[in-house]
């Protein structure tokens, strides 16, 4: 198992950028697929972007894609999401997660994930 922790979430106005961190911790980082979901009040938790192990693969939903970019250091054990130009159907719980096998392709199913971090509040308001 791995402890995630996120930061980096708050209340912004539309149009604003934020950027998420996740901090893991407990085994080899480099080598697990790391993502990111969101859920909003009342909705399902959904996918928002994935990363390979070594960056090389990188997913995105329809909904953020062209917007939102994910990333990693390895060397801080620690993946991102930087999302500029936010928008009111942005707001959420952001939770990042890491894939349960090690040098799994990245994907968007919540059941590839075992290790959850407790989420970090986006909240977009005008």
């Known amino acids: 198992q791995v402890q995630l922790v996120e930061s980096g979430g708050g209340l912004v106005q539309i149009g604003d950028s934020l950027r998420l961190s996740c901090v893991a911790s407990?085994?080899?980082?480099?080598?697990?697929?790391m993502g990111w979901f969101r859920q909003a009040p009342g909705k399902e938790r959904e996918f928002v972007a994935a990363?390979?192990?070594?960056?090389?693969?990188?997913i995105y939903a329809d909904s953020v894609k062209g917007r939102f970019t994910i990333s990693r250091d390895n060397a801080k054990n620690t993946v991102y999401l930087q999302m500029p130009s936010l928008k009111a159907e942005d707001t959420a719980v952001y939770s990042c997660?890491?894939?349960?096998?090690?040098?799994?392709?990245?994907?968007?199913?919540?059941?590839?994930?075992?290790?959850w971090g407790q989420g970090t509040q986006v909240t977009v308001s005008s």
């Open positions: 997660a890491a894939a349960a096998t090690p040098y799994q392709r990245p994907t968007s199913r919540i059941v590839d994930y075992s290790s």
């Open positions: 990363i390979s192990g070594g960056s090389v693969i990188t």
């Open positions: 407990g085994r080899t980082f480099s080598s697990y697929a």
